[in-house]
């Protein structure tokens, strides 16, 4: 079974295209059970694409609202989308998840997801032109995501790939590649907290496989990880995107079940 439930759905007070109120509609009319909001939380080093201080509060009374109409019918949960750099508090928030969308490189914070020329430059200026060395630096601040966040669930664990489709900048089967990924993961796996397959950058037609790869995926079932289904939704549409596909690919891959999120803490849902 394939749990009608997102966790990872921003809405317009950050850098999501419809208002919790739509996406609410939208996933009560996809037959959602749970749909979870998760912002981006406050980043003072960056302020274009999180919620601001005063949109937080906004968000809280939105997500009020939409809890109480959908009170017996779909399940609401006002969650955040933390960053490695925030240092807001996360304590008011129904669920977290840790999420690494910057590096912190000669003094200067370069985010890694937001468009493929930004990320050219930044390797070319930062890492001397080799992806492999710009890897190393995201996998080692991604490994320390859930100290620094303590989350529920560890977000687009390989989100430098974004640009990547077709292996077009560097080799994600090549062995140093693997070593920098997986030495990354191991030590999140150390922490029991689940991965999200996020299928973000399928929907926007960047990628053909979800956040982490498959061939990482494969790599997270054999290590004994525990995943969650998350279409890190900026719009109505997008919500439960490719989830099907995902979920066919984790089954062959021996993943067993999926997690959910609930306030009396994760619930396993078996895909079979
Ligand atoms: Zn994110
Ligand atoms: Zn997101």
Redesign the pocket.
Known sequence: MIPKANY?T?TKYCDGKNTASEMAKAAFDKGFTHLGF?G?GYTAYDESYCMSKENTQKYFADIAAEKIRYAGKMEIYTGV?QDFFSTESTEMFDYVIG?THCIYKDGLYHCVDEAEEKTNAIVREFFGGDFLKYAALYFETEAQVVAKTKPDII?HFDLISKFNEGNKYFDMDEKAYRFLALESMEELLRTGVPFEINT?AMYRGLRTEPYPSYGLLKELQKRGGEIVLSS?SHDCDSIGFAFGEVAQACREFGFRYTKIWTPEGMKEIPLD
Request: proline letters at 0%.
């Open positions: 990872h921003h998760s981006h989308e999420s977000g973000g890190d």
